[in-house]
């Protein structure tokens, strides 16, 4: 509870207030103090985001990598898949057989 000099007392060099005085300059004390500590916080939290942002970047190019690993994957799966079809066609013969009394 912060206490006010007595409204009685005008005088400057009254005991309530010294009090009230030295009230006033604790305050501005805490303040700064605080503001300081807030300034920390400020500073310590820009550190953990800068953290955070360069742990992002390293799993971002890891996943840029991956990905590219798999695209490579799908285009030798997609030629592979060509070429045996490829293959197939080539190798394939028609068998010529009479109908059957059910497809009519």
Avoid: F, W
């Avoid at 030295?22 to 310590?44: L, P």
């Amino acid at each position: 509870m912060i206490r006010r000099p007595p409204r009685s007392t005008l005088s400057s060099s009254s005991a309530a207030s010294d009090v009230y005085k030295r009230q006033m300059q604790a305050r501005v004390v805490e303040q700064e103090g605080g503001a300081q500590a807030t300034a920390d916080k400020i500073t310590a939290l820009e550190c953990e985001l800068k953290a955070k942002d360069e742990e992002l970047k390293a799993k971002d190019e890891e996943l840029k990598a991956k990905d590219e690993e798999h695209r490579q994957a799908d285009k030798q799966h997609t030629q592979k898949a060509k070429d045996i079809a490829e293959a197939l066609k080539a190798n394939s013969c028609l068998l010529y057989t009479s109908p059957s009394p059910r497809d009519s």
